[in-house]
């Protein structure tokens, strides 16, 4: 069972595409297939579909669509602080501000830049993604490339098993280098919120495929994002007297009022 996307030209589109079919499909698919073209590529529309979408998602006390991108890849703070002093920055000054108000929510981040290493009975710290970019970086250089060695696991067996909720919802990532060194990036989701997190996470991850193109060498290539649950989910909460959320109606009023800024 699956349901295959056409392909797309860019996040926005992607995500309205998806999100569209997945609503026809009474709000709920598996193993759901979007193929981006190019995941960086911007336009009026693009731009229009993430104002609305921005827009409505602030307007019901949710999170924004850079704090859900910003999740996958902080880019501010990589603006910030350079790649250089990028993953100290995260970890001493963003990371514990993180920490103070949420659970373990939004850090995907962190599981990409440090996991612990036993070996000899020793444990020590790694930074997957760096050390990812640097195996990148001389396979690019060398006389021979592999191209199919690039992965990341983000499924944290002793943080996330046998946890019902709050657990990761991205779980894998998978890095292939073309002959053209164009870098294509595949990533899979366990659950995916389309409305709350969907075009946040598209973005997000279009950020870090860049980023790790640009580091190692490589041009951006195609993102794939396979769901293999996609939901167009609805909820609401009152905090403190405060709405948060939309019903199913709303939902899908905000994905008809995207699909009428692309035909």
Same mark, same amino acid.
């Given at each position: 069972?699956y349901l295959p996307i056409p392909p797309q030209p860019s996040n926005a589109r992607a995500w309205v595409a998806a999100a569209a079919a997945v609503q026809d +499909?009474?709000?709920?698919?598996?193993?759901?297939?979007?193929?981006? +073209?190019?995941?960086? *590529?911007?336009?009026?529309? $693009?731009?229009?579909?993430? /104002? @609305? @979408? $921005?827009? #409505?998602?602030?307007?019901?006390?949710?999170?924004?669509?850079?704090?859900? *991108? &910003?999740?996958?890849?902080?880019?501010?703070?990589?603006?910030?602080?350079?790649?250089?002093?990028?993953?100290?920055?995260?970890?001493?000054?963003?990371?514990?501000?993180?920490?103070?108000?949420?659970?373990? !929510?939004?850090? #995907?981040?962190?599981?990409?830049?440090? !996991?612990?290493?036993?070996? %000899?009975? /020793?444990?020590?710290?790694?930074?997957?993604?760096? $050390?990812l970019i640097t195996f990148m970086q001389a396979q690019i250089a060398g006389q021979r490339t592999y191209r199919n060695v690039y992965e990341m696991t983000i499924?944290?067996?002793?943080?996330?098993? /046998?946890?019902?909720? %709050?657990?990761?919802?991205?779980?894998?990532?998978?890095?292939?280098?073309?002959?053209?060194?164009?870098?294509?990036?595949?990533?899979? #989701?366990? %659950?995916?919120?389309?409305?709350?997190?969907?075009?946040? &996470?598209?973005?997000?991850?279009?950020?870090?495929?860049?980023?790790? +193109?640009? /580091?190692?060498? *490589?041009?951006?290539?195609?993102?794939?994002?396979?769901?293999?649950?996609?939901?167009? $989910?609805?909820?609401? &909460? &009152?905090?403190?007297?405060?709405?948060?959320? !939309?019903?199913?109606?709303?939902?899908?009023?905000?994905?008809?009022?995207?699909?009428?800024?692309?035909?």
């Open positions: 069972m +499909a009474a709000g709920e698919a598996h193993n759901v297939i979007i193929d981006i +073209a190019d995941p960086v *590529a911007e336009d009026a529309t $693009d731009a229009a579909i993430i /104002q @609305v @979408v $921005d827009r #409505y998602l602030r307007g019901h006390n949710t999170h924004s669509i850079a704090t859900v *991108a &910003n999740t996958i890849f902080p880019e501010s703070t990589l603006r910030r602080y350079g790649p250089v002093d990028f993953y100290d920055a995260y970890h001493q000054r963003v990371l514990p501000r993180m920490k103070r108000i949420t659970r373990d !929510w939004g850090r #995907y981040f962190e599981r990409l830049t440090k !996991w612990a290493k036993i070996r %000899n009975g /020793q444990i020590s710290t790694i930074n997957p993604l760096q $050390d499924y944290d067996p002793a943080r996330d098993a /046998q946890k019902i909720s %709050n657990r990761q919802c991205l779980s894998f990532l998978s890095f292939k280098l073309m002959t053209d060194r164009q870098l294509l990036l595949t990533a899979i #989701y366990r %659950n995916h919120a389309y409305i709350s997190r969907g075009l946040g &996470n598209l973005i997000g991850l279009g950020r870090l495929q860049a980023f790790v +193109a640009q /580091q190692s060498g *490589a041009s951006v290539g195609s993102l794939t994002c396979v769901s293999t649950h996609a939901e167009i $989910d609805h909820f609401k &909460n &009152n905090r403190n007297g405060v709405t948060e959320g !939309w019903s199913k109606r709303e939902a899908a009023e905000l994905v008809n009022s995207c699909k009428r800024l692309i035909e």
